[in-house]
């Protein structure tokens, strides 16, 4: 159960059949539209800070402003539930638990507000744990944190703490105790704190500092795109942040995570300490961050929970951010996850944003779940039957849908039915998987309704004349910004068709239209010439290697051990054949390999090079 204790390890199996249901992210669900910049024009759909928990035979996605929640029996197909109450400003990073017999459901707060509880969360009956919680023991009024002072690791607790709790992360311990911890800040730490919740929900003593960042130690906690900083609006430089509290404890230790350095850019990432008591003291992990992808189509996965499956197998959840509309235009990701028998906490971000299986059993190797359906469609030429021109810089073309960035995008000269874009893949291949990534442009739409849905039809041909059914989204009408559609049996085609039909927004406008199989030839030859140079900052290591003829992209792993590289940047092969990898930890020495990807498959992994 998800933030409960738990020290349940999944067991190997082999690689799921080929038959297995899949998913890939971004998460394929109906993500909700936003009201907060309503009165200024900005309209986006989002989703972040996801908290999935497993109640009785089901899993409920908790996320941010979403005026509901989604109810799954499979981590794939999920279905959003309103429920009888929720807060008229929604609620911004909740925490979710369930103690088996009741689910606890509470929102982020600056001030005393309720929490909710449920025993049928499948059809959204909600209560009040409490109306009302007491005052956060220390804390100032809201406002009043701007005169506390910062706190370090290694400092005296606190006497005072800033309002809240924000970002609040339930745990329940296997004597039956209970604890929250929280914070969401560029200057105060995590905080954590017991609970009495024999009636409603009370505190027990003071709040206590746990962790803060580290950055001139930890290179990952630093701000910024690949942690290089960034600036505010009045040219002050922007802070590395840390939130996103969750806890677990797996063989009798705990693991208190969080997300640093800010949900803005790549970089976001998931962090974890490790303590013998829930309240700490912990100790910084030095193989972190453990959920990092800053690579990719999804970028960013900090900040989201971490749970078993049915089958005992862990996943991470994470938030990846697309940022066109806003800064906080973001998606949910989900990540399988393990723990080794020594202990150490990993999250598999390689080939991330590709197909991967949900398995159907236990399963102690996260890396058995990619499929090996390899992308087809990067850089493919693409043509649309119409496009909306733009004055400017800014392209609205239809080859945006091929570049695997969703801040890119192809926009129609209208919204009507009967819009096609038409990809050609160069030549006939075997095709698996296809994810249809919708953007918003001035989509005019802030909050639920009713034709506020997703209906389109895709088609396949070998020759680009004779066109046959793929996939469609079927009479269910809900909106599906990241649709993804396993295919049931393999096709051989070389074009594949976007056939429009409704979406609710005023603008038809596609980011990526992802194609998943494989060209039936030949993997690539393992990357040669690598060489891993640590920089005079021992944060950053600039890692090179040679060409591999016909690559689409890389993946550089690294890790603490040779056979630990659980720390992927993947990045494609347009893009140069060197990394400046500014994530590593001062004082820690690391392993580095790098691998070769194409539309065939993977190459062998290349050797694995000492940073010492």
């Known amino acids: 159960m998800s933030g409960l204790s738990t020290t349940t390890l ?116 909600f209560d009040f744990l409490t109306r009302k919680l007491p005052k956060l023991p220390n804390s100032v009024s809201p406002g009043r944190d701007r005169d506390l002072l910062p706190w370090h690791m290694g400092e005296p607790q606190p006497v005072a703490i800033p309002p809240g709790p924000w970002d609040p992360a339930f745990f329940k311990d296997d004597d039956g105790r209970w604890y929250l911890y929280w914070g969401s800040s560029d200057t105060f730490p995590l905080y954590g704190i017991e609970l009495d919740m024999r009636e409603g929900m009370r505190y027990i003593g003071e709040p206590r500092a746990l962790v803060a960042l580290e950055p001139q130690r930890h290179g990952w906690e630093r701000f910024g795109q690949d942690h290089r900083g960034a600036t505010l609006a009045d040219g002050k430089p922007a802070g590395n942040y840390i939130e996103g509290a969750w806890m677990n404890k797996v063989g009798g230790r705990y693991y208190l995570q969080y997300g640093a350095p800010g949900t803005e850019y790549n970089a976001y990432a998931t962090g974890v300490y490790v303590g013998d008591d829930p309240l700490g003291p912990f100790e910084y992990a030095p193989y972190n961050p453990v959920g990092y992808k800053p690579g990719g ?32 235009e973001r998606r949910i990701a989900m990540f399988p996850a393990a723990f080794s028998e020594d202990g150490q906490m990993s999250v598999s971000t390689r080939f991330g944003d590709f197909p991967h299986y949900i398995p159907e059993g236990p399963n102690e190797d996260p890396e058995r779940l990619f499929t090996g359906w390899m992308l087809l469609s990067y850089r493919k030429p693409a043509t649309a039957s119409s496009t909306l021109e733009k004055s400017g810089a800014e392209s609205f073309a239809a080859e945006n849908v091929t570049d695997e960035n969703p801040r890119t995008f192809w926009v129609a000269g209208g919204n009507e039915a ?187 992994l290349s050797k694995v090079v000492a940073v010492p």
């Open 418 to 604: 009967g819009q096609t874009l038409t990809l050609d893949l160069g030549s006939a291949k075997t095709l698996c998987a296809v994810q249809v990534n919708f953007a918003d442009y001035q989509s005019g739409r802030y909050g639920d309704a009713d034709d506020v849905y997703t209906e389109f039809a895709l088609q396949y041909s070998r020759d680009g004349k004779q066109w046959q059914p793929l996939a469609d989204t079927g009479k269910q009408r809900r909106d599906r910004p990241n649709a993804y559609f396993q295919l049931p049996s393999p096709v051989r085609a070389r074009y594949v068709r976007y056939v429009h039909g409704h979406v609710g927004a005023a603008h038809l406008a596609i980011s990526d239209v992802r194609v998943f199989g494989n060209a039936d030839g030949k993997a690539p030859a393992a990357p040669a010439a690598i060489t891993a140079v640590r920089d005079a900052d021992p944060r950053a290591v600039a890692v090179r290697w040679r060409e591999v003829s016909g690559a689409v992209g890389y993946n550089v792993r690294w890790g603490v051990a040779p056979d630990r590289l659980y720390s992927t940047y993947q990045i494609f092969a347009d893009q140069g054949t060197h990394l400046e990898l500014r994530a590593l930890n001062v004082g820690v020495s690391y392993f580095v390999a790098v691998e070769a990807f194409d539309e065939n498959g993977v190459s062998r």
């Open 10 to 125: 999944a067991k190997p199996t082999p690689k799921p059949e080929p038959d297995s249901r899949t998913y890939a992210n971004p998460v394929d669900i109906d993500y909700r539209y936003n009201f907060e910049q309503l009165n200024v024009g900005i309209s986006y759909r989002t989703g972040a800070d996801p908290v999935i928990v497993r109640h009785g035979d089901a899993y409920y996605l908790f996320q941010t402003l979403a005026d509901g929640y989604w109810r799954s029996t499979n981590l794939i197909d999920w279905t959003f539930i309103a429920p009888n109450r929720w807060p008229f400003e929604s609620m911004v990073a909740p925490t979710a638990i369930s103690d088996g017999d009741r689910l606890l459901l509470m929102q982020s707060m600056f001030t005393p507000g309720a929490v909710l509880v449920t025993r049928d969360p499948e059809h959204g009956q």
């Open 297 to 328: 189509f999804v970028q960013g996965a900090g900040h989201g929970s971490t749970f078993q499956d049915a089958h005992g197998n862990w996943w991470n959840t994470g938030t990846p951010w697309l940022g066109y509309n806003w800064n906080f």
